[in-house]
């Protein structure tokens, strides 16, 4: 069974510091889909980014970076000089590629304070 | 444009009632999927269709239904079988390999 674990139930950081958000998963396939989503205080989900299971390339976007490690079985996210506008409750998820069902981490959220 | 819609935003239920949650999609996706989300859980599957006229139990479909007649629409129905309702609602499609779509979510109140 696919599990997927956000340790962290919430970060508070000051602007302008890093912060990584982790993101540990379980899964017995070899084919499998990674992603992170952002939900801010209005509720909806908004899509971040996407791995799959044969692409272990780090990838960055703006002040966002992400981190896929096959060995640890993470797949970390980076936000680099923080903004207030960052605030929101960040979630990890995993698809596996028999089931394509998708399973959410409980989520980080992230406070950001001016 | 192309989209998720749910409706109510904030929907209010008596004790014993069943009430129902829409939720529209215009973007030819064929899955659709509810979730439920509490304060500290996260994203729970309650029920998940593939295809029209098809539709799977997730990990907490008790005391809830769905119907899927039609490609562009996916409603659930909480029913008085559903002890502990009061939570936050959420509409998807897409997913598989792929990334979801979700719609703003519909807040459940009992009263």
């Known amino acids: 069974a696919q599990k997927v674990t956000q340790a962290q139930t919430e970060i508070s950081v000051v602007e302008k510091e890093d912060v990584t958000l982790d993101c540990v998963y379980e899964?017995?396939?070899?084919?499998?889909?990674l992603f992170w989503y952002k939900q801010p205080p209005s509720g909806e989900l908004v899509f971040l980014i996407r791995?799959?299971?044969?692409?272990?390339q780090n990838e960055i976007s703006g002040r966002y970076s992400w981190n896929f490690q096959k060995s640890t079985s993470s797949f970390n996210f980076t936000i680099t000089a923080s903004q207030v506008v960052d605030s929101a409750v960040y979630f990890c998820?995993?698809?596996?590629?028999?089931?394509?069902?998708?399973?959410f981490g409980r989520g980080t959220s992230l406070i950001v304070h001016p | 444009d192309g989209g998720i819609t749910q409706s109510p935003k904030y929907l209010f239920r008596k004790e014993g009632q069943n009430v129902t949650l829409s939720c529209e999609q215009n973007l030819n996706h064929d899955a659709m999927y509810w979730y439920r989300q509490d304060p500290g859980q996260g994203l729970r599957l309650i029920y998940y269709s593939q295809i029209v006229n098809d539709f799977q139990k997730g990990d907490i479909a008790e005391g809830y239904s769905v119907s899927r007649e039609k490609k562009e629409s996916f409603p659930l129905t909480v029913t008085s079988a559903q002890k502990n309702p009061t939570a936050f609602y959420l509409c998807?499609?897409?997913?598989?390999?792929?990334?979801?779509?979700f719609g703003p979510g519909t807040r459940l109140t009992v009263l």
């Open positions: 791995r799959n299971s044969f692409d272990e």
């Open positions: 998807a499609t897409g997913g598989g390999p792929n990334e979801q779509f």
């Open positions: 998820a995993l698809s596996e590629g028999t089931s394509y069902i998708p399973t």
């Open positions: 899964t017995r396939d070899t084919t499998y889909y």
